[in-house]
């Protein structure tokens, strides 16, 4: 099995928090003084939240997520805009610029989507890790049907970055996406062994000579013959995975490795 046990250094899964050791009925004073100081927001527009709503979106953003539904390329999953009875493979899978066996993304990385990505990633709302999760159980669990999937691979961050932001949201995704897929969690085989400015604003070109040789893996035996999912929050250009594939399948003879995201860009 390709799994390890998670730690805080491999994971970046944030400390428990001390509520949690709080007896129960102070915990929930603290929690509900917590919601009156601090009444909860739309994790897409920021509005406040009525407090009865368990999800973490007001109606509005909900209404407006963009999900990626066919016609979309049977490889790499970029979305077509007009419907085709048999959609052939697109421009980039012809030219061969991807190296994993098939990429799927659930929604696009714009409007209400892009917002809670932001706040997920950036503003530290962790919680979001659950909802976000949610999404990708449908995607995944056809992933795992089209492909043998022995484990689940979130890509890593350099351990600065990790420091820097304290948790992998690829990561906290996958904690959440394994009891659904029960497929086990591989955190420690890949690493990012070299630091990368981040690849914003940066074309396809230059995304992919800033991130090339940041990759390495720590135990190549673990990934032989191994069927991956490899786990992140965004696909851009996809020049990141396509890194991590190249080491998975050159340096430790994956099987075949399929990429799942929760959002994706798209030009245009
Ligand atoms: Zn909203
Ligand atoms: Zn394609």
Not at 17 to 38: D, G, Q, S, T
Not at 60 to 89: Q, S, W
Not at 95 to 102: L, M, N
Request: net charge positive; with cysteine.
């Amino acid at each position: 099995m390709g799994s390890s046990k998670p730690t805080l250094n491999t994971t970046g899964a944030p400390k428990q928090k001390w509520v949690h050791h709080l007896p129960a009925a102070a915990a929930r004073l603290v929690r509900e003084l917590a919601l009156f100081i601090y009444p909860p927001t739309c994790a897409g527009c920021g509005q406040p939240l009525h407090s009865e709503r368990s999800e973490p979106l007001c109606s509005d953003c909900l209404r407006t997520l963009e999900f990626i539904a066919e016609p979309y390329c049977p490889v790499c999953g970029i979305p077509y805009a007009k419907e085709m009875p048999n959609p052939h493979l697109c421009g980039d899978c012809l030219s061969g610029i991807h190296h994993f066996d098939r990429a799927r993304s659930t929604g696009f990385y714009r409007g209400s989507l892009r917002e809670v990505l932001h706040r997920f990633k950036y503003g530290g709302r962790t919680s979001l890790a659950r909802p976000l999760a949610h999404m990708l159980i449908a995607p995944g669990k056809h992933l795992a049907r089209l492909h043998k999937i022995d484990c689940i691979m979130p890509v890593p961050l350099h351990p600065k970055r990790l420091r820097q932001r304290g948790f992998n949201q690829a990561s906290l995704l996958a904690q959440r996406l394994r009891s659904a897929l029960n497929i086990s969690i591989d955190y420690a085989s890949l690493q990012r062994s070299r630091w990368t400015e981040p690849q914003t604003g940066l074309t396809r070109r230059q995304r992919a000579t800033n991130v090339r040789g940041a990759f390495r893996l720590k135990t190549p035996e673990k990934v032989r013959g191994k069927g991956i999912l490899l786990l992140d929050d965004v696909f851009t250009t996809g020049e990141t995975v396509n890194q991590c594939v190249r080491v998975l399948k050159r340096d430790g003879g994956a099987r075949e490795v399929v990429v799942l995201t929760v959002a994706r860009t798209v030009a245009g």
